[in-house]
Nanobody, 126 residues
Framework: EVQLVESGGGLVQPGGSLRLSCVASGFTFSSYAMSWVRQAPGKELEWVSGIDSLGGSTVYADSMKGRLTISRDNAKNTLYLQMNSLKPEDTAVYYC???????????????????WGQGTQVTVSS
């Protein structure tokens, strides 16, 4: 059974930092690119960042470029998202997502992800 379990969210002041983690199980983690996707209150899901299967290539949404670092540790089956200089508009539930195909990578249409974690809440507020 595929499982994705996020952690690391919380309440942070504007300008602060958080590091999100996603522990994967039930599939060959190192064979799949992975992504982070977020959903702000009252808004649609928004792709945030992606990383290829080996961690050698990364891509970011323009809205957060320069403030994020996505990484992975395939030995630990874990995906990370380091978020810096957080803004109130970054408040959202953040999900890690696994694409359906091993060839899927980057900013995929959301219907091409077949597994999602339960999400971790990030709240940026003073």
């Amino acid at each position: 059974e595929v499982q994705l379990v996020e952690s690391g969210g919380g309440l942070v002041q504007p300008g602060g930092s958080l590091r999100l983690s996603c522990v994967a199980s039930g599939f060959t983690f190192s064979s799949y690119a992975m992504s982070w996707v977020r959903q702000a209150p009252g808004k649609e899901l928004e792709w945030v960042s992606g990383i290829d299967s080996l961690g050698g290539s990364t891509v970011y949404a323009d809205s957060m470029k320069g403030r994020l670092t996505i990484s992975r540790d395939n030995a630990k089956n874990t995906l990370y998202l380091q978020m810096n200089s957080l803004k109130p508009e970054d408040t959202a539930v953040y999900y890690c997502a696994k694409p359906e195909k091993t060839t899927g990578w980057g900013n995929l249409p959301l219907n091409q992800y077949n597994y999602w974690g339960q999400g971790t809440q990030v709240t940026v507020s003073s």
